[in-house]
């Protein structure tokens, strides 16, 4: 069994490598998880710190991060013949290797032979990565307690970094918008459909209570509602809300959910169902649940 250190390393890669054409499929995520499954020395923390990598396009600049990070790792001939038998396995996995895969792993394996990297010239021709090309300044190692804890603040500044509007904002009050718009996004969710109504409904309440303006209010928005769509666990995103707001703050919360909830063709049951699941998490009392609810008029609610 490899070393865990050298383990990690090698699947971060690999995760890099699977970028390569500039997407990710779900059967390339399985076929990854698989090949890593195999080694039963990585933890839960590890296994955060690939989905990572997993979540969104890696770049050049991190590829060669990664690429020395692993070489440095090498210890042996036995160590470099499990690099390059894995990474073969992952090309392989769907059955056709391309003329890109094979140039990727043939480089790989110059690289390890020689201790230097030599990626980055190989990966900026194609076309999928160069695409994805972002600031190198972004470290997202740096930021897995938001991965974990506050999805919708990872992932804008993974692809929003640049963005002044993102940028001029205190990072603190930054993260609370970005709790606060992943429970707006999963009530707007909670009948199945979020219309375009609820969308603007969205847009508008961030704007509005943070004197947003439009681009970032929609950058918010738009990352929230991806969130959910990928049917993310909401209770660690109520616990962090429930951690960082008084018992005021999170009743006005509540009101504002059904406030999106109303938002196009009145407030549905299922809406009114996924808010209360909200406020038992935020530890609200029913009567001020039920107060918060009949904020919305009575005609408007098809709940009781």
């Not at 990727?104 to 010239?121: H, W």
């Not at 704007?207 to 990352?223: K, N």
Request: aromatic share 6%.
């Amino acid at each position: 069994m490899i070393q865990r250190d050298l383990l990690l390393k090698l699947a971060k890669l690999v995760v890099a490598a699977s970028w390569a054409d500039g997407k990710l499929e779900v059967s390339e995520i399985n076929v990854l998880k698989d090949l890593i499954f195999s080694f039963d020395d990585l933890d839960e923390r590890d296994w955060q710190t690939l989905d990572l990598y997993i979540e969104s396009p890696v770049s050049e600049a991190e590829c060669n991060e990664l690429l020395q990070d692993l070489i440095d790792a090498v210890a042996s001939e036995a160590d470099k013949a499990v690099v390059m038998d894995k990474l073969r396995e992952l090309v392989e996995a769907d059955g056709i290797v391309t003329e890109d895969e094979s140039r990727l792993l043939a480089e790989v394996k110059s690289c390890l032979d020689n201790k230097k990297t030599g990626l980055l010239t190989f990966l900026s021709s194609l076309s999928g990565i160069g695409r994805q090309r972002r600031s190198s300044r972004f470290n997202r190692e740096e930021r897995i307690d938001d991965f974990i804890k506050n999805r919708v603040y990872f992932n804008i500044l993974t692809e929003h970094a640049a963005s002044v509007a993102v940028t001029e904002m205190p990072e603190d009050a930054m993260r609370r918008l970005c709790l606060y718009s992943s429970l707006f996004a999963f009530v707007a969710k909670g009948d199945e459909v979020i219309s375009d109504e609820e969308k603007t409904a969205i847009t508008q309440v961030i704007q509005t209570a943070y004197g947003l303006t439009d681009e970032l209010a929609s950058i918010v928005c738009a990352a929230s509602l991806q969130l959910v769509q990928k049917n993310t666990d909401k209770y660690e995103i109520t616990r962090s809300v429930y951690q960082q707001t008084s018992y005021p703050e999170r009743v006005t919360l509540v009101k504002v959910l059904f406030q999106i909830a109303n938002a196009c063709d009145k407030t549905s049951n299922d809406e009114i169902n996924t808010i209360s699941q909200i406020a038992d998490l935020l530890r609200l009392q029913r009567t001020d649940f039920i107060a918060a609810k009949f904020c919305i008029a009575k005609e408007d609610r098809k709940g009781l």
